[in-house]
């Protein structure tokens, strides 16, 4: 079942603070949901409509008991995303992680999930969690090694969402478990004095709790929800925080990352307002900044979003209030899908890792990196038992995606090959899939092979229902006909039909690459983007010509440099 549900926008208001500059009670209001607040010069007065205002008087307990509802989803399986936005030192923190006397949302949710456990009667929940920063668009795992932070890619799953890969997934028991990993993960957070605030954050960070709900009238299934909690690092203005050339620099990665964050909810707005889906309206840049990569599921996804602003009082702040609100009330219009997943069967798989023994605090976290025997898990004296879904470990995969024997067997005969038999195989793939695409196309559409660009859109086709198979299939074919359009020099068509392409293969980073040449060559940025080769004959990397160019090449797009990579390597 699918459900359309906007992203739900509460605002928070921190009491006043020395560093907040003049105080004027008047300049920010709070009536119920209601919202505003008068700009720098004092002449004008904005106002916004939200879901859920706290004035500087809310408590944590209060903040929490608005989200909770939305947590609680978690135990259909519906996933939720909560995040807290704001200029740097207006209350992200301290409304996300809180303090130990006053904790925040992400304790208080553990707490709620063990307290739900413990009343459950038809189902069990079990719980783990990962936990990731993001610094300088980089992805961090921070249950790795604690003096050193394990860099991570971002991948697409199974199901069509962008995962971190290898991450390190904890589970825990209780909220005393959860507290001895989080804190000491918490500390690995880079943290930089800044003028604004002694104890700025200078990543975004996300915890996500994945709560297994197994039915026990029939054990052998289970569905997942997960509640991704963001603590997001704050925008800046480098005049006011008086930055050194290394904190510009991650200032400079903060800001275009929610930048981006803008542009993704911008177009997704524009999406709503021309009654567009996200595939037949503008192009929405999730892929120009790993945060909005993650966040994607919560910004006109399948997860159910949750935008906590947080705002500093003082005239210092008095612009950052209006943009945040402005922020809050364009995300507010963004839709996603809520689906409620089936219970899907369980795999018979060994429980995730448990916490062995009390943390020592000043112990660095361990990750297991050598070959487990299927089903084993090791625990290192007097630290912590980890996971990691790594080649080596045994991987961890929901019940939506788990790897069949068969699968299995393909992998580890893969394993065994040469670059030169890969190079082959993959060849042998590729013409087969290209050939079951062509009678598949040459039934669908009536491609003229001699027109430089004869394909016309199918607007209709809705990737949910299509395999990955089908999905790459249809991206090659596309991207045939985009280079076919680029190779004669109509780059606004080439343009649109890379754009399409994309839409059925969102991991191809080439392919994104060349999107934004082209839009930099549209704009007179960048000079006039040329295909690759001629689209009729392309050579592989082991030298063997390839002729199949005229159906296109998703992987073309990975075998050379793009122009614009040349030119910066120049
Ligand atoms: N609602 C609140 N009540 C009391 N104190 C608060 C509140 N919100 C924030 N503070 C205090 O304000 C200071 C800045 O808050 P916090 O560190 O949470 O900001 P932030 O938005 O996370 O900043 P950054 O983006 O730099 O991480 C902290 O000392 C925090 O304890």
């Known amino acids: 079942m699918t459900t359309i549900k906007s992203i739900a926008c509460h ?13 004027d009670q008047e300049a920010i209001k709070i009536e119920g949901d209601k919202i505003s607040a008068l700009n720098k010069d004092g002449d004008k007065r904005y106002h916004f409509k939200l879901d859920k205002c706290h004035d500087t008087e809310s408590s944590q307990q209060e903040v929490f008991d608005c989200v909770k509802p939305l947590v609680e989803q978690a135990y259909k399986g519906i996933n939720t995303t909560i995040f807290a936005y704001g200029v740097t030192g207006a209350g992200k923190t301290h409304t996300m992680q809180g303090t130990k006397v006053e904790p925040g949302i992400i304790p208080r949710t553990v707490e709620a999930i063990f307290q739900q456990r413990s009343i459950l009667r038809k189902s069990t929940l079990n ?18 090694d604690r003096s050193m932070p394990k860099k991570r890619d971002i991948r697409m799953s199974g199901e069509g ?32 004095s800044t003028k604004l605030n002694s104890s700025s954050s200078r990543s975004h960070a996300i915890l996500t709790l994945h ?79 790993k945060l909005t990569r993650l966040l994607q599921d919560a910004l006109g996804g399948t997860s159910q979003g949750l935008l906590i602003c947080c705002l500093a009082p003082g005239e210092t702040f008095a612009r950052d209030t209006i943009n945040t609100l402005q922020f809050a009330k364009k995300s507010k219009a963004v839709e996603n899908r809520l689906t409620v997943p089936e219970y899907s069967s369980r795999q018979a798989s060994a429980p995730l890792p448990r916490l062995s023994k009390p943390i020592n605090p000043d112990a660095t976290f361990k ?22 879904i ?10 939506n995606n788990r790897m069949t024997r068969a699968e299995g067997d393909k992998e580890n005969a893969l394993k065994g090959m040469t670059d030169e038999q890969l190079d082959q195989r993959i060849q042998k793939v590729v013409s087969q899939q290209i050939a079951r695409e062509k009678e598949l196309c040459q039934a669908l559409l009536p491609v003229d092979e001699q027109s430089p660009v004869p394909f016309v859109l199918d607007k209709d086709k809705n990737t ?22 680029h190779y004669a020099g109509d780059l606004q068509q080439a343009l649109s039909l890379y754009r399409k392409a994309l839409e059925y293969a969102p991991t191809n980073h080439r392919l994104a690459t060349r999107i934004t040449e082209l839009e930099l060559s ?49």
């Open 161 to 192: 969402q962008n995962i971190v890969a290898d991450l390190v997934r904890q589970h825990i028991n209780s909220i005393d478990e959860f507290s001895e990993v989080y804190d000491a993960a918490a500390k690995t957070r880079k943290t930089a």
């Open 464 to 485: 949910d229902l299509m395999s990955t198979e089908e999905k790459e299939n249809r991206a090659r074919v596309i991207v045939s006909h985009a280079r076919k359009a």
């Open 390 to 399: 790594s080649a080596n470990a045994r991987p961890i995969r929901s019940t």
């Open 127 to 144: 719980v783990s969690f990962s936990y990731v920063e993001i610094l300088k668009d980089e992805v961090y795992d921070l249950l790795g």
């Open 211 to 289: 709560i297994e709900i197994i039915d026990n009238s029939d054990p052998m299934h289970s569905r997942i929800g997960k509640i991704c909690l963001t603590d997001l690092a704050g925008s800046e203005n480098n005049n006011l925080t008086g930055n050194d050339k290394e904190r510009m620099r991650e200032s400079s990665a903060i800001n275009t990352s929610l930048t981006t964050l803008g542009k993704v909810v911008d177009a997704l707005n524009l999406n709503a307002q021309k009654g567009h889906t996200e595939s037949g309206g503008v192009f929405v840049p999730y892929r120009e900044s």
């Open 522 to 570: 549209l704009e007179g940025i960048l000079p006039p983007q040329r295909p690759y080769s001629n689209p009729s004959i392309r050579e592989s990397k082991s030298g063997i010509k390839r002729s199949h160019a005229h159906m296109g090449s998703l992987a073309e797009m990975s075998y050379e440099e793009s122009p614009l990579k040349k030119e910066k390597l120049r």
């Open 11 to 23: 605002v928070r208001l921190r009491p006043p603070s020395e560093k907040d500059g003049k105080i």
């Open 367 to 388: 990750v297991h990196s050598e070959p487990l025997p299927s089903g084993a898990i090791r625990s290192i004296p007097g630290r912590m038992a980890l996971a990691t």
